[in-house]
């Protein structure tokens, strides 16, 4: 304990300089402008930007990555509030009570609240993050090749079940797609080529960057100027600091929501909408004034966006200690990790331990820099709004080629940009969802190399998947996960509770 306080305080003293200071301010308010323009998203936000970092000093680089992600998830909220567009899919719940806030001339608070509850929001998540990601590594050390195989496919699962929820199916498939395009190219063990189909240029695989710009970049690209979208600004004259007491009294709320939203961000590939929605459902149970939600409640407006930001830190945890990534946009930190020398897992902590504390202080510098910029700038910031789309999207295009090309200086990474952007605008109107497909793109090599490896271990034999202890359990949640998906097991569940239910409510 005393240790992780000593490597934490080290840490927050590391970025304590004018350097890291000047690239927290300018990441995160890049990041904030890029989540309140609809269209962009934290996810495309980070991927098409870390070509930028590769001058960057490795701490420096995910620095700012992370001030970025941080931003855009707030971002979004300003959108949501005056104009009912979300700048991104995590501030889809802010809308509900936001935007009757706003038409009701409470615009000001609104943003006020929704500024101050996603600082509280990601201040829980960075708790939880520091107390639970030490512990979680310590753990993760036990696993081996059966463990990690069963852990890849569950984050496939999980996440192909929970961004589908109407109908899982969809987030099977595109996760399986994913997993498809993992194969793609050189195999670790052997050497062997699969599926390149005679082209040199797949012999080293898809790589994950252009393929990310193209499904989130690209992708949203073509729906956004498909879409027809009202530019409407509502007044927010009123004030923006929000008074001690609105904040007080939503104490438990922020907590609960700070806490949903954490776990919910550990979940591999499930994201800050999740978040957001989970949280946001929570608090309308718990509330005493839950009619009010949906037409301007306060506590609505917090508990989104509490959820939305505390997911981020969680995120974070799967992330650095078993490297599977708890968002789309954490998968890029990963790339950025990898292309910066940092290998996040079950190493870190023998490998480059102060790494992860200097995770817990960029989250909370990213996390002061939104309470300062978002309370002080949100007048001048919603300026940016008003930039016509016909002009915004065609410099996002530019971004998404450049920062494809950029990796390996290559024309087929842009190549494979405009395949992914092409496929995700289909994907996306016949609404599969993308984050599936990027987890199966991320976790399919995992997955791959573990299976085999463990079949040589136990010379063929698959009895180790599923009788050592770790395995069983990860193996059995994601039989249920797939269970509980389907229909008729669904009914049957819930005709089976109401039953058992039944007799005690009946007798009040």
């Not at 904040?247 to 806490?259: A, D, N, Q």
């Not at 509330?287 to 917090?302: N, P, T, V, Y």
């Not at 996040?344 to 909370?364: D, H, I, R, S, T």
Request: with cysteine; net charge positive.
């Amino acid at each position: 304990m005393l240790e992780g306080l000593a490597l934490l305080g080290d840490g927050v003293a590391h970025f304590l300089t004018w350097q890291s200071l000047f690239n927290v301010l300018w990441a995160t308010l890049l990041g904030i402008i890029i989540g309140l323009l609809p269209g962009l998203t934290a996810t495309m936000g980070v991927a098409l930007l870390v070509t930028l970092t590769y001058p960057m000093s490795p701490d420096q680089a995910i620095l700012s990555l992370m001030c970025i992600y941080v931003g855009a998830i707030y971002g979004g909220s300003r959108t949501a509030i005056l104009l009912a567009i979300p700048g991104t899919p995590a501030s889809a719940a802010t809308t509900l009570d936001g935007n009757p806030l706003a038409m009701s001339g409470k615009g000001g608070l609104a943003m006020g609240l929704a500024t101050t509850s996603s600082a509280l929001g990601t201040l829980v998540g960075i708790v939880c993050l520091a107390l639970l990601a030490p512990l979680l590594t310590e753990a993760a050390l036990n696993f081996g090749s059966y463990e990690f195989f069963w852990l890849a496919l569950f984050g496939v699962v999980i996440s192909g079940r929970l961004t589908a929820f109407d109908d899982p199916i969809k987030g099977y498939v595109a996760g399986l797609l994913g997993l498809l395009v993992a194969m793609i190219g050189m195999e670790g063990l052997h050497g062997f080529r699969r599926f390149t189909f005679g082209m040199p240029a797949l012999g080293g695989g898809i790589d994950l960057i252009p393929a990310m710009v193209g499904a989130f970049g690209l992708a949203e690209i073509l729906v956004v100027m498909k879409r027809k979208v009202s530019a409407r600004i509502f007044d927010a004259s009123d004030r923006v600091v929000p008074r001690f007491k609105d904040v007080w009294k939503y104490r438990r709320t922020t907590v609960r929501s700070g806490v949903i939203g954490t776990f919910v961000g550990i979940v591999p590939g499930v994201g800050e909408d999740i978040g957001a929605w989970g949280s946001y459902a929570a608090a309308k149970r718990k509330s005493a004034e839950a009619d009010r939600f949906g037409k301007g409640s306060l506590e609505g407006l917090i508990a989104a966006e509490t959820g939305n930001s505390a997911a981020i830190p969680g995120s974070m945890i799967p992330t650095l200690t078993l490297a599977l990534p708890g968002s789309a946009a954490a998968a890029v930190l990963i790339a950025a990790m990898y292309i910066h020398g940092i290998r996040p897992g079950p190493m870190l902590l023998v490998e480059n331990a102060p790494f992860l504390y200097q995770v817990v202080a960029m989250l909370a510098l990213a996390t002061l820099a939104i309470l300062v910029l978002g309370l002080a700038l949100t007048r001048v910031l919603l300026r940016v709004m008003t930039v016509p789309r016909e002009r915004l999207m065609p410099v996002v295009y530019v971004l998404c080629v450049v920062g494809s090309f950029a990796i390996a200086q290559r024309m087929f990474d842009v190549y494979v940009m405009l395949a992914f952007g092409i496929i995700g605008f289909f994907l996306r109107e016949m609404r599969y969802p993308m984050a599936p497909l990027v987890m199966g793109i991320i976790l399919g090599t995992l997955l791959d190399v573990n299976l085999r490896r463990g079949l040589a271990l136990s010379n063929g034999d698959l009895t180790p998947f599923f009788t050592r202890p770790v395995s069983a359990v990860i193996c059995g949640l994601v039989v249920l996960s797939i269970l509980f998906s389907i229909p008729v097991i669904q009914r049957f569940v819930t005709r089976l509770f109401i039953k058992d239910r039944g007799p005690q409510s009946g007798g009040g």
